[in-house]
């Protein structure tokens, strides 16, 4: 049997492998995912302060995660995986505190905001050291053969969670209180310490040990790749609705649900398709997914085709990720590997920061349905990067 077809039983073993590892980006984005919806109604509202402060208290929780990886990196690279996701699940836990503290200071309002937005930076700390350490630990695990794989399922449980967790968080509130939110953090992070507890870690590669920008500069070229598709993901979910507003439709949310039904079912479907055709070809394929998916939002004349467009822009974007990191992996030592991947996700991280103002002035001047005409071409000029990416690799 070939190696692009492994036997089922292999497969199988291979999988549940990556979901044991995975198994703490669940934990860690299901927490993320908690507070999201409930944050900036309880900034504004109830500490009585504007919508700027928010959105800031969205926002501070990735700049730290951006800020970060190259810390991350060097923990998962220099300390071991297993080490870093420790560290990473302790602060959770310590946000959790921070949050609990917040809540009963909420009659000091100023220093509740402060004492949350601690709360919120351990978090982002804590996002960006779990989730180098599950790549780089599922990588040495299964092999870097089944690199695609284990970024794929990383997907699907950070994606998974934060679906999950954003409606419980809501209903917590609802049901009991605020601070109820900052107990359940406490609680999740103790679980996933005592599941890891016993786990065999993995040992660290020694090597050269590239400095963070090095690695940087090894895996950029696919990394602004990946930033040039992921702009559509940012558009997308920052203004879908505002988009919806400007037709005069409804079921903006039926959007957001149809682009991630789609992303997380082609990670599902075609997991191995990166193994099978290549990193550069898969992604090429899909970036011209994305920029059709994401012309036809531009060009829809109705909800449904709008709805159509979200699905294939989730369909496309699903594997670039995926496909351009086996790439920008090769490009780095194993022993820096941990590097490496906390380089490439800066360019995910970046996009997500700069669609929001970018796409914002397109709209103030064109109009909301012309940002994902924008978006489109961005991830056209993504599929000529990577032709030209190909072709170099070709040539070696």
Avoid at 311 to 324: D, H, K, N
Wanted: net charge positive; proline share 4%; charged share 5%.
């Amino acid at each position: 049997m070939s190696a692009s077809h492994p036997a089922p039983a292999h497969t199988a073993s291979i999988t549940l492998q990556i979901l044991s590892i995975v198994f703490y980006t669940f934990i860690a984005f299901l927490c993320i995912g908690l507070p999201i919806a409930v944050l900036p109604g309880y900034v504004h509202d109830q500490l009585g302060f504007s919508a700027v402060i928010a959105g800031l208290t969205i926002g501070l929780q990735y700049l730290a995660t951006l800020l970060s990886r190259p810390f991350a990196g060097r923990v998962a690279d220099g300390q071991g995986t297993k080490r870093a996701i420790i560290y990473g699940l302790i602060g959770i836990a310590v946000s959790g505190l921070l949050t609990c503290a917040s809540a009963l200071t909420v009659n000091m309002p100023l220093l509740s905001l402060f004492t949350l937005l601690a709360g919120r930076l351990f978090l982002g700390v804590a996002q960006g050291l779990i989730g180098v350490a599950t790549l780089s630990w599922g990588i040495g695990a299964v092999g870097t053969e089944h690199t695609a794989r284990v970024i794929s399922w990383n997907g699907i449980a950070s994606y998974g969670a934060i679906a999950i967790g954003a409606p419980v968080g809501v209903m917590l509130v609802d049901q009991v209180n605020f601070a109820t939110l900052g107990l359940v953090l406490c609680v999740l992070a103790l679980l996933a310490l005592w599941v890891i507890r016993n786990k065999p870690s993995m040992p660290v590669v020694r090597g050269e040990r590239l400095p963070f920008w090095a690695a940087f500069a090894r895996v950029a070229p696919c990394g602004v790749g990946l930033t040039l598709a992921s702009i559509g993901y940012g558009t997308l979910t920052t203004f879908v609705t505002l988009f919806y507003l400007e037709q005069g439709w409804t079921g903006a949310a039926w959007c957001l649900s149809a682009f991630g039904l789609c992303f997380i079912l082609s990670r599902l479907l075609f997991v191995n398709a990166v193994n099978r055709f290549g990193g550069y070809q898969v992604a090429i394929v899909c970036m011209t997914t994305e920029a059709l998916g994401l012309a036809l939002l531009w060009l829809a004349p109705s909800p449904v085709l709008a709805l159509v467009g979200a699905g294939l822009t989730g369909f496309g974007l699903s594997l670039v990720y995926p496909a351009l990191g086996v790439e920008a992996i090769k490009q780095v030592p194993v022993s820096s590997r941990g590097a490496g991947l906390g380089a490439y996700a800066v360019f995910f991280d970046l996009a997500l920061a700069i669609a929001g103002p970018l796409m914002g002035a397109v709209a103030l001047h064109l109009g909301y349905a012309w940002i994902f005409c924008i978006a489109a071409l961005l991830s056209l000029a993504g599929v000529g990067l990577t032709l030209l990416l190909s072709r170099r690799a070709q040539h070696y």
